[in-house]
T-cell receptor, first 115, second 112 residues
Framework: GAGVSQTPSNKVTEKGKYVELRCDPISGHTALYWYRQSLGQGPEFLIYFQGTGAADDSGLPNDRFFAVRPEGSVSTLKIQRTERGDSAVYLC?????????????FGPGTRLLVL | KQEVTQIPAALSVPEGENLVLNCSFTDSAIYNLQWFRQDPGKGLTSLLLIQSSQREQTSGRLNASLDKSSGRSTLYIAASQPGDSATYLCAVRDNYGQNFVFGPGTRLSVLP
């Protein structure tokens, strides 16, 4: 079946603007994760959803970042008042149930550039 | 706070060589460890997942080992090929959260 998909693949915006990044997990996966990867670094955890609820949002850097998953499938990461430091690749991953020991399946990412 | 490091940061080898990539983590209370491959502009592809109770996992030319007590894992690639060129990421899931903590990666180039 289809893997994790993310849209858009690339996003260029100006400092101060609002952006939304979308993630479509593998069908039936209840767990969904967002990570951020800066150039030359490994991905850093942002937020984890189990179903519709954010089970762990400890990785969100500040209150400009917010994510939702209203129906327990598609998720949207929202960034307000973007800053140049927000430029990175935003990766989404999903897993079947979120139980310990499961692997996570990653999407191709959205490359965000804030000018 | 768990920290993951990878050595070397970059590696260039001729085709056919066997090679070892290293991963270290600071907190041995991990649930599992996973090696990923990342091609430029692409997402992550899972290579091998080792549970904390396991010592190693093998898939084709890849073998990953885990020494939890010393906080180390190695990824062994046998008979390297140009198609193996990519960034290899090590990630641990500890006992405190659902997310992976990633290392910075090793950028591998296999020259024909």
């Amino acid at each position: 079946g289809a893997g994790v998909s993310q849209t858009p693949s690339n996003k260029v915006t100006e400092k101060g603007k609002y952006v939304e990044l979308r993630c479509d997990p593998i069908s039936g996966h209840t767990a969904l994760y967002w990570y951020r990867q800066s150039l030359g670094q490994g991905p850093e955890f942002l937020i984890y959803f189990q179903g519709t609820g954010a089970a762990d949002d400890s990785g969100l850097p500040n209150d400009r970042f917010f994510a939702v998953r209203p129906e327990g499938s598609v998720s949207t990461l929202k960034i307000q008042r973007t800053e140049r430091g927000d430029s990175a690749v935003y990766l989404c991953a999903s897993s079947p149930t979120g139980t310990w020991g499961e692997t996570q399946y990653f999407g191709p990412g959205t490359r965000l550039l804030v000018l | 706070k768990q920290e993951v490091t990878q050595i070397p940061a970059a590696l260039s080898v001729p085709e056919g060589e066997n090679l070892v990539l290293n991963c270290s983590f600071t907190d041995s209370a991990i649930y599992n460890l996973q090696w990923f491959r990342q091609d430029p502009g692409k997402g992550l592809t899972s290579l091998l997942l080792i549970q904390s109770s396991q010592r190693e996992q093998t898939s084709g030319r890849l073998n990953a080992s885990l020494d939890k007590s010393s906080g180390r894992s190695t990824l062994y690639i046998a008979a390297s090929q140009p198609g193996d060129s990519a960034t290899y990421l090590c990630a641990v899931r500890d006992n405190y959260g659902q997310n992976f903590v990633f290392g910075p990666g090793t950028r591998l180039s296999v020259l024909p």
